[in-house]
């Protein structure tokens, strides 16, 4: 029986063991008071949501009409994803930690508990903060907690402070900017978003200015049973340049949290703006019990011409992600671009992928997307290359690759190209494939055993979408992959 | 039906109800189990009705304009006497093959509706074959194109009364190329529903050649459904081309259900069509199997053409290879729709699919979707698509050598299609095909020409280039 197939089948279900037992490590319960309202959706609850955020009218109307949108359409279902019915009245839309003061006037002043949690999450809030050179607005549930580094950012004129502020305090840029890349009704979980969006991110960078460090949001959900609908809007005003980090963690729960985020980026003439996600919301357990439903629109636009816009994005967490960062090319000679690496593991389920549509001059846009399936997770790349009859000369190339590690998961491929003029070229190219014998052989010859060879291995597949992360998201999503992967051996 | 605008659920339910005020006429003497078939194929087409947007195979492709029509819809064979080597005959130099003829999509041999060869092979009507040999036909007959699959092969399983009949026994190769022929001549829009299957008994062999026609320039729509059925170590070479005039809609769906060690190779020649859409499913039953599925389209005016593939690896160790390329010249559309899917234990797997396409006017349009679905981890599969133009660096190439404009990009072209010509193994066939690729390059090419293949045009194309200035 101890023959050499036997010993490799016995430690692969070693490995595997190891694997699906890992621990989800934010998976912890913040014992905080939160102040919530009552469960369900309707009027009523969105004027009340309006009303504790001290809103102008208009954005009630905002929201009152994405409602009425919203009830009128149906959850969309063709992508390759298997949604249990969501029951949107047994979720609570306001979920948020209880103030004891109505501001804060130092960090002294926030609930210990609250920055023991960001603590242990490794966010730099507080006097971390000068050490990682790192702005950020760390939403907690439904509201925004704090914005550290603003003074430094004042000076230069760049607004970033949290969605409710700005509405407060920059109402006419917000009002300009909203929706004008994702309109109120664009799809369902938009529409949802517009009606309920609690807090987010708002970032506003002046003409001319690059911001000196790198913008931060950290998301986290905790009160059990809400939903988050953070609403982020980023406007880069001409040549002006700005790096912008988001990340994403939720407790440990048997039952599935819904969280339908929507981001809107806008650059203008020259602008250049890079948005970098590191999400590890809560995956489930390993039968594929809780964890969180990501359902989320991103989209920008080039605006200007020569403008640019980023994505990077790491996936490892979610029980079922839905996620198309997308772009719209409208500046001449604008560029865009779309990094992403995808790991499913478990009972994982991701259907994520972008859009790009070109419609100016000499428009260029590069999708890089990585997939990497283990257990008996599903994972898909779907994607859309649109050249307009005016987008002339521009071109697109993608390269979507598919790692398979276990005969249970699947790995899926779904492109779209669509051509409507003479002088665009577009290219795509995929593989799908496992981690070669070859490789793990020579790896092994080497000395490397078994685990880090694959780990070696996964992690020079996914380099190139890792080298656009930034320094310390690149360090943390190195880890988050290893964590995902150990020893999944195909 | 009448010419103004009707709305697909109007149009699906008259059609449903052509086929219950004709029950009788279509069922004739049919056997039970046809007979039962078409009664559950029609309830699918109530239910499902016409495939359109509403599915995400057929967005692309709008058949129900073409539908539209008051077409006429021949539900008994023409008794009137017809010699079919008068109205069409096949004369490609060296290339000999067994001639099976469609009219209006009957069996046009009337003398001889079904032949037993000397060799064992029967070649004929499909509706005789359901008389004759019930027993073989029930075995295969609706189970590889199942009328849950879309609404045009419900409709086609229970319209379908005639088409062509193929068994090959056990072992055998059959060493001409049967070459099926589908006519439409009528003076009339005409509907068609032809229905073929092939049934290649362990390790035979054969080649078949397949062409769509249209004599006279008449509106028709054919929605044609094809089963083959591959057992072990069959070999088969198929061969579709396609010049129909711009009023004409053609549904080609083939089923090819392959078991172990089986090979197939099938190339679709698309040179004119107004709405062309094949469909080939290709399910790999069995290992070993391989399965070579290619393509060419030159499209140009408003023609388009849809080519939808389903490779469904079932099997381990298996091989499917897809490519298609075309040439998109004035308002034309090509839809590409690949769609490989590798089921769990399908190990050991090797799948490619390959789409390139030459857009030479703003006003053409190219839809490429090319689908990879994989449940299996020991797998091998790539897809690539690419649209764009000639290279301006070789024309430039050419340009700076003395050739003219005109014909150095016909030779880019050319030479952009010969990859798939070449890979023609009947040697006469790949010659003749080149020819026509030639011109109809050169937009010399047109239905007006007796068939397909233009036996009959004597005339040598050929480049105009100047070999003095080389």
Redesign the interface.
């Known amino acids: 029986m101890n023959s050499p197939e036997n010993n490799k089948k016995e430690h692969q279900d070693k490995v595997l063991n190891e694997v699906s037992n890992s621990e989800y490590k934010y998976g912890f319960v913040t014992d905080i008071e939160s102040e919530s309202i009552e469960k369900g959706l309707n009027e009523d609850v969105i004027r009340l949501i309006s009303a504790k955020k001290k809103e102008p009218g208009w954005l009630l109307e905002y929201r009152l009409d994405a409602y009425r949108k919203w009830k009128a359409m149906k959850s969309p279902t063709?992508a390759?994803l298997n949604i249990p019915p969501i029951d949107y009245q047994d979720i609570v839309y306001y979920s948020a930690p209880k103030k004891k003061k109505a501001e804060y006037e130092s960090l002294d002043e926030v609930d210990p508990e609250l920055l023991d949690t960001f603590n242990k999450l490794g966010i730099p809030l507080g006097e971390q903060k000068a050490l990682a050179g790192v702005a950020v607005d760390a939403v907690f549930d439904s509201v925004s907690v704090k914005t550290t580094f603003q003074d430094t950012l004042e000076e230069k004129g760049i607004i970033f402070c949290s969605f409710s502020e700005a509405v407060q305090n920059h109402p006419e840029l917000v009002r300009k900017h909203l929706s004008s890349v994702v309109p109120v009704d664009d799809n369902y979980f938009a529409a949802l978003n517009s009606a309920v969006f609690s807090d987010g991110s708002f970032c506003y960078i002046p003409k001319g200015v690059r911001s000196p460090v790198e913008l931060s949001t950290y998301f986290r959900i905790n009160a059990a049973n809400t939903g988050q609908f953070e609403r982020t809007l980023i406007v880069a005003e001409d040549d002006s340049y700005v790096s912008y980090l988001e990340g994403c963690t939720a407790p440990q729960r048997d039952e599935n949290q819904l969280h339908a985020a929507v981001v809107e980026i806008v650059a203008m003439k020259g602008a250049e703006v890079k948005y970098s996600t590191v999400q590890n919301w809560y995956p489930g357990n390993k039968e594929g019990k809780g964890g969180i439903y990501n359902f989320v629109t991103k989209r920008g636009i080039t605006k200007g011409a020569n403008s640019r816009i980023s994505w990077t994005q790491v996936e490892t967490g979610s029980s079922i992600t839905w996620k198309y960062p997308s772009c719209i090319l409208l500046g001449d000679n604008s560029s865009c671009e779309f990094y992403s690496v995808a790991v499913t593991n478990n009972h994982q389920q991701a259907d994520t992928g972008t859009k790009m549509i070109h419609i100016g001059k000499n428009t260029r846009s590069t999708i890089i997307s990585k997939g990497i399936s283990a257990g008996k997770s599903q994972n898909s790349y779907r994607g859309l290359v649109k050249?307009t009859?005016k987008a002339e000369n521009a071109r697109n190339f993608s390269q979507c690759d598919?790692l398979?590690?276990?005969?249970?998961?699947?790995?899926?491929?779904?492109?779209?190209?669509?051509?409507?003029?003479?002088?665009?070229?577009?290219?795509?190219?995929?593989?799908?494939?496992?981690i070669s014998e070859d490789q793990l052989f020579y790896c092994q010859q080497r000395g490397m055993d078994e685990e880090n060879s694959i780990r070696l291995i996964v992690n020079g597949y996914a380099k190139e979408v890792l080298n656009q992360l930034p320094m310390e998201f690149a360090v943390e999503a190195q880890k988050l992959l290893s964590i995902s992967l150990e020893g999944s051996v195909? | 039906m009448s010419n103004s605008h009707h709305s697909p659920h109007t149009l699906s339910a008259a059609l449903a109800e052509r086929f219950t005020d004709n029950r009788k006429v279509i069922n004739d003497k049919d056997p039970v189990f046809v007979e039962k078939l078409r009664a559950r194929a029609i309830e699918l087409f109530r239910q499902q009705g016409l495939p359109g947007s509403h599915l995400?195979r057929w967005r692309n492709t709008d058949i129900t304009q073409s539908l539209d029509a008051s077409y006429y819809h021949e539900l008994k064979r023409n008794t009137e006497k017809i010699n079919i080597d008068e109205i069409f005959q096949c004369k490609v130099d060296n290339f000999e093959t067994f001639l099976v003829s469609q009219l209006n999509g009957w069996f046009a041999h009337q003398d001889h509706l079904l032949r037993e060869l000397d060799n064992g092979v029967i070649v004929g009507s499909l509706r005789e074959a359901f008389r004759q040999y019930p027993g073989l036909i029930k075995k295969h007959y609706g189970t590889y194109a199942p009328p849950e699959d879309h609404g045009l092969t419900a409709l086609n399983t229970a319209f379908a009364q005639d088409g062509v009949f193929i068994y090959v026994p056990d072992s055998l190769e059959v060493k001409i190329p049967i070459q099926m022929v589908s006519l439409v001549r009528t003076s009339n829009p005409v509907l068609l529903f032809p229905r073929n299957l092939v049934v290649m008994e362990k390790n035979s062999s054969l080649t078949m050649v397949h062409c769509d026609d249209s004599i006279e320039k008449e509106t028709s729509f054919s929605g044609s459904v094809s089963e083959f059925f591959l057992d072990e170590g069959a070999r088969l070479d198929y061969y579709k081309l396609q010049n129909k005039d711009d009023h004409s809609a053609v549904v080609n769906s083939s089923y090819f259900h392959q078991e172990a060690g089986s090979a197939l190779s099938t190339h679709t020649i698309s040179l004119n069509g107004g709405i062309l859409r094949n469909e080939t499913r290709v399910t790999l039953n069995g290992e070993n199997a391989r399965a070579d599925v290619l393509g060419l389209y030159l499209m140009d005016r408003s023609q388009h053409v849809d080519n939808y593939v389903f490779m469904d690896h079932a099997s381990p160790n298996c091989y499917s290879n897809e490519q298609f390329k075309g040439i998109l010249d004035d308002r034309a559309k090509a839809v590409f729709n690949g769609h490989i899917l590798v089921r769990?234990?399908a190990?050991s797997t090797e799948a490619f699919q390959s789409n390139k396409?030459i857009?030479?006017?703003?006003e053409?349009?190219?839809?490429?979707?090319?689908?990879?679905?994989?449940?299996?981890?020991?797998?091998?599969?790539?897809?690539?698509?690419?649209?764009?133009?000639l290279d301006p660096l070789a024309m430039f190439y050419l340009r700076s050598r003395g050739i003219c404009h005109r014909n150095a990009r016909m030779l880019m072209m050319y030479a952009f299609a010969a990859e798939m010509v070449n890979q023609i193994s009947i040697h006469a066939l790949k010659e003749q095909i080149d020819h026509m690729v030639v011109k109809r390059l050169k937009g010399e090419l047109s239905i007006c020409d007796q068939c397909v293949l233009h036996c009959k045009d004597e005339r040598q194309v050929s480049f105009e280039i100047d070999m003095n200035k080389v």
Not at chain 2, 383 to 389: D, F, K, L, R
Request: proline letters at 3%; a negative charge.
């Open positions: 063709w390759h050249m009859r598919s398979l590690l276990g005969d249970q998961c699947g790995a899926h491929t779904w492109p779209y190209i669509k051509t409507f003029n003479d002088s665009s070229v577009v290219e795509h190219e995929a593989t799908t494939s496992r195909g | 995400e769990k234990d190990q396409n857009q030479l006017t703003d053409a349009r190219v839809v490429t979707q090319p689908f990879l679905e994989i449940y299996a981890d020991d797998v091998k599969c790539s897809h690539g698509a690419t649209v764009g133009q």
